[in-house]
């Protein structure tokens, strides 16, 4: 059932939406109180770290939409061999997009200083709303033609 439009399509958008709020609430939150600043106040630290995940995660989820439906066309099941480079292509999206996200978060902190353990849990929250979205969501809900080319799957 997860596995035909538009159900897939609305799954992926909930659990997106919930990852976002363990990584842009919860997270957040947890990093709120753990860092000191020195130039920026939290709550501005606070609105660029959500927007940067929330940005993330909605590109994120339009990736793992575009896997849905140039999954469930009838030719995918003819090519799994090029599905499966679509994947991988797509997978390298995501990570790219997280890696981007947390340089521009870097830059954009570099005056404050913030240690080690704090861009390691930006780097969790981003890794949470791109890479391990899609790939669990894919592993989950990809349409039968391709629901094999997912790795993990077998």
Known sequence: MLRKAPMNYLAAAMIAAVLWLLSGLLLGNYLADNISLQDMTTDDFLLRYRITTGTA????????????????????????????????GLM???????????????????????????????????????????????????PRPVEAVVPGKR
């Not at 995660?57 to 090029?82: I, N, Q």
């Not at 200083?113 to 949470?128: D, F, K, M, Q």
């Open 57 to 88: 995660s909605f590109v994120g989820c339009l990736m793992c939409c575009s896997w849905f439906a140039s999954g469930a066309k009838p030719a995918a099941a003819a090519d799994p061999v090029g599905y499966r480079k679509l994947w991988i």
């Open 92 to 142: 390298l999206g995501e990570v790219l997009l997280g890696a981007l996200a947390l340089i521009g978060l870097v830059v954009s902190m570099l005056p404050e200083s913030l240690t080690l353990v704090n861009y390691l849990v930006i780097l969790a929250g981003l890794v949470l709303g791109t890479a391990l979205f899609f790939w669990l969501c894919t592993l989950a809900m990809s």
